[in-house]
């Protein structure tokens, strides 16, 4: 998957829910505005919305057109398709872990060594180390208390960043309860929409949805759906 300008091949899928439907037909376009707009009068915090294209097979096979919403590092890939003589819906959720690579360091050590240079020429290379010294613990102090700070747009910025993104979101920017619990409710709130929206449009027409199929490890099953006290058994 590619998120935040690099394609990223270590995200881990947390839950994927599918559904043919028989003897049914519907513009993808309109079921995709159909959740835009649920998710809008849901009042559920911005996304970020695009149509992507995938391949069936090779790169020569035909293509379908998903909807991708993606809030920070989790991206939601819905899919309203015929399939054959039938029809099916679909919703995958994948989380892109950030993942500190060796050319992450290289680059970073390669930049900081230019700064250097260029402050030796200036200052002498005595000075020059103590002003990137200096350099360093501001930009550390930053990326510590971004939030803290109310820098949420800088914050914003930094996790979509390629190279300092990834450097950052591990080693300064803390994992706090309201992020994971923002996190689960996006889990819970966005395949919801789709599974209600496409008993919708079905219903509509008579047709009621058949047999659902559900894969849903989530975050490494650290957290698992449970059964409420009024909850059916």
């Known amino acids: 998957m590619n998120i935040f300008g690099f394609k990223n091949k270590k995200g ?14 519907y513009p993808p376009s309109e079921f995709y505005a159909a959740i835009e707009k649920e998710l809008a009068t849901l009042k559920v915090p911005s996304m970020e919305v695009s149509r992507v294209e995938f391949a069936e097979g090779g790169l020569l096979s035909d293509k379908r057109i998903y909807l991708r919403m993606v809030r920070e590092r989790l991206a939601f890939d819905i899919c309203a398709a015929p399939f054959g003589t ?6 995958r959720t994948i989380y892109i872990p950030p993942v500190i690579e060796i050319w992450h360091v290289v680059v970073l050590t390669v930049a900081f060594g230019g700064v250097y240079a260029l402050l030796a020429k200036f200052l002498g290379a005595f000075f020059a180390m103590l002003a990137l010294v200096g350099l360093l613990l501001a930009i550390v102090q930053v990326f510590r208390n971004t939030i803290a700070l109310g820098l949420t747009d800088l914050d914003a910025t930094l996790t979509k960043t390629p190279v300092i993104g ?25 395949p919801e929409v789709v599974k209600r929206l496409a008993e919708e449009v079905t219903g509509a027409k008579g047709i009621k949805l058949g047999r659902q199929y559900e894969h ?7 957290y698992k759906p449970v059964a409420g006290p009024n909850s059916p058994k």
Request: proline share 6%; hydrophobic share 40%.
């Open 86 to 91: 039938t029809y099916f819906f679909s919703c």
């Open 12 to 25: 881990e899928e947390l839950g994927h829910w599918i559904v043919p439907v028989a003897g049914f037909n």
């Open 166 to 190: 990834p450097v950052y979101e591990r080693l300064f920017r803390k994992e706090t309860y309201y992020r994971k619990d923002t996190r689960l409710l996006y889990l819970s709130i966005v």
């Open 216 to 222: 849903a490890p989530i975050l490494g099953e650290l």
